[in-house]
């Protein structure tokens, strides 16, 4: 049973940019979507974007030009780029994995705290 | 914009049902599927395709979708159901995934 971990860092000053990987266990990177999914303290599931090794992206409209995901199929990593970000974009990011192309999350992440401090 | 509405909360007694509603228009025309998250845990895929089952998911959570509503049943709730449960859709107009608000179920 595949396997993902969030890392990165826990804390991001506003303006600056948030960046997170997902590390893959298993190495059917190559066959699925990759998803980012996010969700505030106490309040529900916010789908960001996916990734597909060949390189296709869907965004999230209100967050497009913000966002940045993108894939190192010999890493088995999906990155997460979140430039400008402000208290609002405080949370638990997850990635999960996408057998598309109708974009259902089947297998998630633990999840990794980010809080955005002024 | 393509939106999911579900009521924001569900209390049923052991063994009851519980149906748990998602409405967009004509969110019948595209799949839903549906997530559980326990407090403290990341969501877990429970309904796929509006009725398919995850391999390892009780028989007791069935979807449905038809019109503009999808349903989640759950054929006699028990305690450890008890969950923030989300109805999940690919527009395909936008190409965007969207989460319902989420519908908390209570059983007691």
């Known amino acids: 049973q595949v396997s993902l971990q969030e890392s990165g860092p826990g804390m991001v000053k506003s303006s600056e940019t948030l960046s997170l990987i997902c590390t893959v266990s298993s190495d059917s990177i190559n066959d699925y979507f990759w998803s980012w999914i996010r969700q505030p303290a106490g309040k529900g599931l916010e789908w960001i974007g996916r990734v597909y090794p060949s390189g296709i992206t869907n965004y999230k409209p209100s967050l497009k030009s913000r966002v940045t995901i993108s894939v190192d199929t010999s890493k088995r990593q999906i990155s997460l780029t979140l430039t400008s970000v402000t208290a609002a974009d405080s949370a638990v990011y997850y990635c999960a994995r996408d057998p598309g192309p109708y974009a259902y999350m089947d297998v998630w992440g633990k999840g990794i705290t980010v809080h955005v401090s002024s | 914009s393509f939106e999911l509405t579900q009521p924001p909360s569900l209390t049923v007694s052991p063994g009851q049902t519980a149906s748990i509603t998602c409405s967009g228009d004509r969110l019948g025309d595209k799949y839903v599927c549906w997530y559980q998250q326990r407090p403290g845990q990341s969501p877990l895929m429970v309904i796929y395709n509006d009725n398919k089952r995850p391999s390892g998911i009780p028989e007791r959570f069935s979807g449905s979708n038809s019109g503009n509503t999808a349903t989640l049943t759950i054929g006699g709730a028990q305690t450890l159901d008890e969950a923030d449960y989300y109805c999940?859709?690919?527009?395909?107009?936008?190409?965007?995934?969207?989460f319902g608000g989420g519908t908390r179920l209570t059983v007691l």
């Open positions: 999940q859709t690919w527009d395909s107009a936008s190409t965007t995934a969207l």
